[in-house]
């Protein structure tokens, strides 16, 4: 059974940093480029990050360029985002996501795209 785990989330106050893992079983994600989405109270779900499945390549939404990094470690099938200088908007409920791509370097930045998804991890940025 091919599954997505997120972990890595909570509370954090403003300005602070959060680390989420999306770690895969059943399959192997050297042959997934992976996603990141966030649904935020009030908004639909939207695209955050996303890199290629050889690491290579990497799409950040505007509004978390320069605070957030995506990174993958295939060796331990999984893939990161490293959450820095948080605000109260980036609060959410956090997805990670793959789909399997022909070329190292593709990756896709529409959820309509994407086969395999995370439950969710839960974001909190708050004082």
């Known amino acids: 059974q091919l599954q997505l785990v997120e972990s890595g989330g909570g509370l954090v106050q403003p300005g602070g940093q959060l680390r989420l893992s999306c770690a895969a079983s059943g399959f192997t994600l050297d042959y997934y480029a992976i996603g990141w989405f966030r649904q935020t109270p009030g908004k639909e779900r939207e695209g955050v990050s996303s890199i290629s499945s050889n690491g290579d390549n990497t799409r950040y939404a505007d509004s978390v360029k320069g605070r957030f990094t995506i990174s993958r470690d295939n060796a331990k099938n999984t893939v990161y985002l490293q959450m820095n200088s948080l605000k109260p908007e980036d609060t959410g409920v956090y997805y990670c996501?793959?789909?399997?791509?022909?070329?190292?370097?593709?990756?896709?930045?529409?959820?309509?795209?994407?086969?395999?998804w995370g439950q969710g991890a839960q974001v909190t940025v708050s004082s």
């Open positions: 996501a793959g789909v399997r791509v022909w070329s190292g370097a593709d990756l896709s930045t529409f959820e309509d795209h994407y086969a395999y």
